[in-house]
């Protein structure tokens, strides 16, 4: 079964200290997908980074990282000097490709709050 | 290019009403998903399309939610009769097939439609 476990329900960092997000993921599969979405408190889901399972590069996007290791089957999600529009709930997915038929299974979620 | 499209955003009812949300995708994208966002689950997938063909629809709660998909520009998301427990969040979204070797493509959501069945 696939499955994607975000251990941290809730975090609160003070501005401008760094945070990690922690995602586990679970497949047998040896081709699949891993994404970030962001849920802001307006309610959006805004999509925030998509990897496959070929590529173990870590990305960096300004003050966003990211670090896959397939070894542990993890795909966390840093944010350097954190600021207060950070706060959200953020989601890590899974998504396995097998023919065309595939779906995105999302974690439970990590609420995290930026405190001023 | 105009996002997903979710209609009402906000819908309250009375237990035993009919509830219908309704959808448009992503004009090109082959997939379209309902899931459903409550505190207690966070997201679940409720059922999705590829080329408005269901493929699975396992996260359907019960027989009184059901989905549609006339066409490749239209979804709906029937629950009947409506109950208090069904009052969520629920999301639709749209993806793009990439043609194989390629990356899949990210899921676009609309904006929700929060549902609230007294």
């Known amino acids: 079964a696939q499955k994607v476990t975000q251990a941290q329900t809730e975090i609160s960092v003070v501005e401008k200290e760094d945070v990690t ?10 081709t699949y997908y891993l994404f970030w979405y962001k849920q802001p408190p307006s309610g959006e ?7 496959n399972s070929f590529d173990e590069q870590n990305e960096i996007s300004g003050r966003y990282s990211w ?22 709930v953020y989601f890590c997915a899974l ?18 709050h930026i405190l001023p | 290019d105009a996002g997903v499209i979710q209609s009402p955003r906000h819908e309250v009812t009375e237990m035993g009403q009919e509830v219908t949300l309704r959808c448009k995708p992503i004009s090109g994208h082959d997939y379209l998903f ?5 505190m207690m689950r966070g997201l679940e997938l409720l059922i999705y399309f590829n080329n408005n063909v269901p493929i699975d629809d396992s996260g359907m709660p019960e027989d009184r939610f059901s989905a549609k998909m006339p066409n490749a520009s239209f979804s709906t ?3 009947q009769p409506s109950e208090p427990r069904d009052s969520a969040v629920y999301f639709c979204a749209s993806r793009q097939y990439l043609r194989q070797g390629a990356l899949s493509g990210e899921l676009f959501f609309g904006e929700g439609s929060r549902l609230t069945v007294l």
């Open chain 1, 67 to 88: 670090n896959f290791q397939k070894s542990t089957s993890s795909f966390n999600f840093t944010i350097t000097a954190s600021q207060v529009v950070d706060s959200a």
């Open chain 2, 77 to 79: 998301l029937k629950i």
């Open chain 1, 95 to 112: 998504s396995l490709f097998m023919n065309r038929d595939d779906k995105i299974i999302f974690g439970k979620g990590t609420r995290l």
């Open chain 2, 34 to 38: 309902w899931y459903r966002q409550t």
């Open chain 1, 45 to 51: 889901l805004v999509f925030l980074i998509r990897r």
């Open chain 1, 21 to 30: 997000l922690d995602c586990v993921y679970e497949t047998r599969d040896t």
